[in-house]
């Protein structure tokens, strides 16, 4: 089955919307699988954003992602990549539709909340990046 790799940001961990996040993602349907909190390190941090290590905002975005603690979790469903981006909204809040998280909590285009998987593809690396293969729970999720 399917799997995305979410992370709440240390915008939405500090400010109490954790649970809210989450909520919104159980709410479609999806099933939690996995979930923990950690203050991530500069090492798994750049190994997280690799694919951006040669844009300019790189320093920043992993200055910001070790900053303060985040929740990382793995959700399972069908098409659940793309679900949960449409959830997510825009990369910038101030071009997220209003009800997506993003238009609703977002701050600014760092400070964005949410990180959500872009492919199944990247999706499994990013699931490796936080997760052991026995983090990761199996159970029939009720609708
Ligand atoms: N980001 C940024 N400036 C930019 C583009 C992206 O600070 O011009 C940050 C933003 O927080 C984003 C993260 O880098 O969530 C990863 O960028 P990506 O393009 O992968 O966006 P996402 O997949 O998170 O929507
Ligand atoms: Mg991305």
């Not at 995305?4 to 954790?18: A, N, Q």
């Not at 998987?117 to 999720?141: H, K, L, M, N, W």
């Amino acid at each position: 089955m399917e799997k995305s790799l979410i992370l709440v940001k240390p915008d939405g961990v500090e400010r109490g919307l954790t649970g809210t996040i989450l909520s919104r993602l159980e709410e479609l349907g999806l099933k939690l699988v996995a979930i923990r909190m950690l203050h991530a390190d500069k090492e798994l941090a750049e190994r997280h954003y690799a694919v951006h290590r040669d844009k300019p905002f790189f320093n920043d975005l992993v200055n910001y992602i070790t900053s303060s603690p985040i929740v990382a979790a793995v959700f399972e469903g069908e098409d659940v990549v793309n679900r949960i981006r449409k959830a997510c909204g825009a990369t910038d809040p101030a071009k997220s539709e209003k009800g997506t998280i993003r238009g609703d909590f977002g701050l600014d285009i760092g400070r964005n909340t949410i990180h959500a998987s872009d492919s199944p593809e990247t999706a499994a690396i990013e699931v490796d990046t936080f997760f052991a293969g026995g983090d990761i729970c199996q159970y029939t999720r009720m609708r």
